[in-house]
């Protein structure tokens, strides 16, 4: 079998690339050793800039009618069980009320989509049937990926096939987006490193179709997405997609202990079946490469994260994209050669701070949790002090898992080299999102009109946008951007509130929304800019 790219793993990441490159009319097959998608819970949280992404791949509607419903709060609560008045609530908006706050903002501080709550296990299956459905794109689960070889010009592939036969497949590049324990990460003796095996806990999936109706239950917390329970077992319920399944995490030492850890949580009877109860450990690892050769490496085969901060997927996400398009580059003739390099370059140092950030969620959730006593339900003014004394750690530390729009929208590609330096730049920042056209960052969602975002008139090509009325002669990059066959557009958009925000009169922005250059003037050499951009120079 031959093809432009071989995707290893039809996670969510490898599902995104596939169809990012398909979208890109580059031929791909995808290969994933499980025989078919698995009812199994892992993430549920879509974050805003993995929905604007997904938005600009014409997927957010149906991610969004797959997943839960856009009027559910999305709250967090900290309580001693659902029956039992919460120690400390955290209101988060539902959909409905986020894309609401983003209809009135005007200064370039919200995402152009919010976040969406939708299962991993809905997810998959949504991605694979658009995958599928592409025609550059095939898709062949119960295929293994086994090993590979490469030379200066092609990777040779072998993958098992369901009965046992092995082929070849033969590929330009190679992408292992095939988890944490990531065979083809193995194959090229890329090491992970940082800290492994934090916290062991258990995880089961529970159907239990009544317990959101009766939510609130007695005087306990209202309806919401996360509800961690003040105890000595790191215990948290989180309600899955449907609002009838559910998953409790603990550390309990063994799975038969799930059903009562549930009952225990719950506090009141309930109708419920255990679909499903597994182990799993907390990683904060980082691979030393992103790749090597013709083979790249994506998602949680590169970062593992403790899903505090909900920065796994997503980040992988990410990386998908950034990959994409660099890819479709390359195989057309248009990319350079500094193109597929920068890619371990912008991608590994993002991957760097989510693990920085979830360590700082993960801390902060340790914070709380360490001011559990066993009094806390003594009817007696101890038993008060340690129920409010765990509400205010509670009411700082656990903002820090939940508040990581900084991480989700404000990073920033530094030293890359198809980005057009300019020293210094903001500071990073996990927890607040300031927007900014610095060169490498994301370009801040604003409204041109109402309904209307910049991000929506972009196309899937280089864009200069020339805004504010400029009268700037930009023929010269213009024809420099377009000699060399990359596609490209320029938009002018005389609507004054992006120029106010983005602070410039002309922005060149890549494919993936984020900014290459900006200037009040056409650049000096509009030659030299377009061969950076490109990756056929150095920035
Ligand atoms: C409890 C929990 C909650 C989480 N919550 C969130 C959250 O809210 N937000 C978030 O962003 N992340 C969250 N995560 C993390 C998220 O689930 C992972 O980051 C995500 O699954 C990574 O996607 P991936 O595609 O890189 O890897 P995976 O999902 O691990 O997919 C890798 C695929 O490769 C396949 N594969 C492996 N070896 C081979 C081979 N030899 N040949 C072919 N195929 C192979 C595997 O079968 C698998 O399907 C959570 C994780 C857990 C455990």
Redesign the pocket.
Known sequence: MNTEVLV???????LTLAIALGQRGVACVL????AAPEFL?????C?ARTMEIFRRMGLADRIRAAGLDRLVPMDVYVALAMNEPPLLHLPYPSVAEAQAQIAACTDGSMPREPYQLIS?YTLEPLLKSVAEQLPCVTVRYG???VSLSQDVGEVTAVVRDASGRTLDVRAQYVVG????SS?VRKQLGIQVRGEGNLLRLY?GLYYAPDLFDRIPIGNGPGRGRHYHIADDRATFLIMQDSTKHWTL?ATVDQPAQMAAQFERTIGVPIRFDILSVGE?KQNLLLADHYGAGRVFL????VHLVI?TG???????VADAIDLAWKLQATLRGWGGPNLLPSYEVERRQIGDRNVGASRYASIGRRAWRSQYRPDIRDATSQGQATRENLARVANVEQRKTNEMIGAELGYRYVGSPIVWDEPGGPEHLFRDYVPTTWPGARLPHVWVEEGCSVHDVIGDGYTLLKLGGTHADTSGLETAMRAGGAPFDTLTIDAARPRDVYGYDLILVRPDLHVVWRGHASPSDPVQLAAMATGHQNG
């Open positions: 290893v793993g039809a996670g969510p990441v490898g290969i994933e050793k499980k819970p892992k993430m549920e949280r974050n991993q295929h293994e990926f987006c095939d988890g944490g065979p995880q995490h799993w994506a998602g949680d085969a899903p909900g920065l796994g997927m997503n980040t992988g």
